[in-house]
């Protein structure tokens, strides 16, 4: 448990620089008339906004569903969730996992980035797999069974 010096196995200095991070992930159902143009545009607003807030994450755009991590410091990350509530551009937000850790970024380097989503079920199956709340796995496992009736599909 210690080393030869006492100090705590796992204690380092680098652990002392992390800072506290605040996550949140979430799918949504886009709104009629968003295409892929739409989405782009979405980007450029969430990289030019993210870059001044501290705010990193990635979007998924696919089958009509958006699949969204982001993660920054708490007060920016509730201010954006407000405004994402706010968003016409989609409806159905699912809240899948929030909280605050001390930990490294997922996504250092991307201000926002558009993932590629050739089959969007693959990401949420991923995430139903690995959630423990019981009400995200729910939520998810509605989301998954809209997706196999083909009640999401308009892209
Ligand atoms: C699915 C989705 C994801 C979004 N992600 C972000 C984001 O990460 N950061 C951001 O600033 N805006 C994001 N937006 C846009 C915001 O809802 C809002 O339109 C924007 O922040 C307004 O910025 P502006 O005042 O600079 O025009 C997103 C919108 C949607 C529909």
């Not at 992390?18 to 979430?26: G, N, P």
């Not at 886009?30 to 030019?48: F, H, K, M, S, Y």
């Not at 990635?58 to 968003?87: C, M, N, Y």
Request: with cysteine; net charge negative; charged share 30%.
């Amino acid at each position: 448990m210690f080393d030869e010096y006492g100090i705590p196995q796992g204690a380092n200095l680098d652990e002392a620089a992390l800072s506290k991070l605040y996550h949140f992930v979430y799918c949504s159902r886009a709104a009629e008339g968003v295409d892929d143009a739409e989405v782009c545009r979405i980007v450029e607003t969430a990289q030019r906004n993210n870059l001044v807030h501290g705010i990193t994450g990635v979007l998924v755009f696919g089958s009509g569903v958006f699949f969204q991590w982001i993660e920054g410091p708490a007060a920016e990350i509730q201010k954006l969730i407000a405004t994402l509530h706010r968003d016409k551009r989609h409806h159905d937000i699912v809240s899948l996992s929030q909280s605050e850790e001390e930990r490294e970024r997922l996504y250092p380097n991307w201000d926002m980035e558009k993932v590629e989503a050739e089959d969007i079920r693959l990401v949420l199956q991923d995430a139903f797999e690995s959630a423990e709340d019981k009400n995200n796995r729910v939520a998810l496992k509605r989301i998954l069974k809209q997706l196999d009736l083909g009640a999401l599909g308009r892209v």
